[in-house]
Each structure stands twice: as structure tokens, then as C-alpha cells.
């Protein structure tokens, strides 16, 4: 028996296939993914920027997620521009367990940095973002393909940033 398991390759095949699989260590076969393992890619879209004197653009976006440590570890680079607005936004992410999602924010155009808290949970992430002089609240849900943002600022000439993107 064991001469005809290394003489037939499919045999041969199949049953080192089924060996590896029950070597391995339990966490690796079950290992569970991070909420942040479908935003990994290219993403593009449009929306709307909108000003504290109630004017409203069309806005075009474009962003790039880098996903790491099974998914709980995301680098966003998000890049928008309007007639009248333009803004480079990259954003670091750490799920932290149990949801809590905790990261920096970095704006070049402005010069502008600071924190962001918040939580992930199913295809959502709802977060704080705060830095010197500004604040805003932050929703992000994915739904397969598409991916809509909300972002709401407080203490800014901007009031209201709405973008639906789709991967490319």
C-alpha cells in the first residue's frame, strides 16, 4: 500500500493534499480574517463636497487600501478634487479587538494631522476623526463592490463630504 501511495501521482497527490492539511496548526487552518480584509485595492468614484455657505461640487476620488496582519491593519491614501477643493488624505487603522478601531490621519495639502478612534463591525466602520482645530465623524460601508463615505466635519468651511466608490 505504501509503494502504490508514491507510484500513483493523483493518489500520490491527493493524499499528501489531505497530510498538509491536518499538519497544520489549528489557528492557521481556522484563522478568521480582519474586518478590513475586503477593502484591500484600487477604488474610485464620485460625489459631492459640500460648504459652509451651502454651495455643493461634484467631487472625484480616487483611493488605495493596503491591507496587512490578516486584514485588522489598513493604510488608506484617499485623493479628491473639485473645481474648487482638493485634499490628500492617508490614514493608518488598527483593529484593536472586540471592533475598536484606532489610527492616525495625515492631510498634505493642509499641512494637517491627527487621531482617529472608533469601531468596525460587519461591513461599517464609524469613526472620530480629530485634529488641531477640526473634528468630524466618519462612516465607511462596503457592500461588495461599492463602498460609500460620509464624512462630516466640524469647525471647517467644508460641512458635509459624500463619495460612493466602486473597486477598479
Not at 500520490?12 to 475586503?38: C, H, K, Q, Y
Not at 461591513?123 to 466618519?138: K, L, N, Y
Request: charged content about 20%.
Amino acid at each position: 500500500m505504501l509503494l502504490r501511495l508514491f507510484t500513483s501521482k493523483p493518489d500520490f497527490v491527493r493524499n499528501a493534499a489531505l497530510i498538509a492539511a491536518f499538519a497544520l496548526p489549528s489557528s492557521f487552518a481556522f484563522a478568521e480574517s480582519g474586518p478590513f480584509e475586503d477593502y484591500a485595492g484600487a477604488w474610485t468614484g464620485g460625489g459631492s463636497i459640500t460648504s459652509s455657505n451651502g454651495n455643493t461640487e461634484r467631487i472625484r476620488c480616487r483611493a488605495h487600501y493596503y491591507v496587512a496582519q490578516d486584514g485588522r491593519d489598513l493604510n488608506q491614501q484617499l485623493r479628491c478634487a473639485s473645481d474648487s477643493y482638493h485634499f490628500d488624505v492617508n490614514s493608518a487603522l488598527l483593529e484593536q479587538g472586540a471592533g475598536a478601531v484606532v489610527g492616525n490621519w495625515s492631510e498634505t495639502n493642509r499641512n494637517a494631522s491627527g487621531s482617529v478612534s472608533g469601531q468596525v463591525q460587519g461591513g461599517s466602520v464609524r469613526a472620530h476623526i480629530v485634529g488641531a482645530g477640526f473634528t468630524a465623524e466618519m462612516t465607511v460601508v462596503m457592500n461588495g463592490d461599492r463602498q460609500s463615505v460620509r464624512i462630516a466635519p466640524s469647525g471647517s468651511e467644508i460641512t458635509l463630504v459624500t463619495i460612493e466608490m466602486r473597486r477598479e
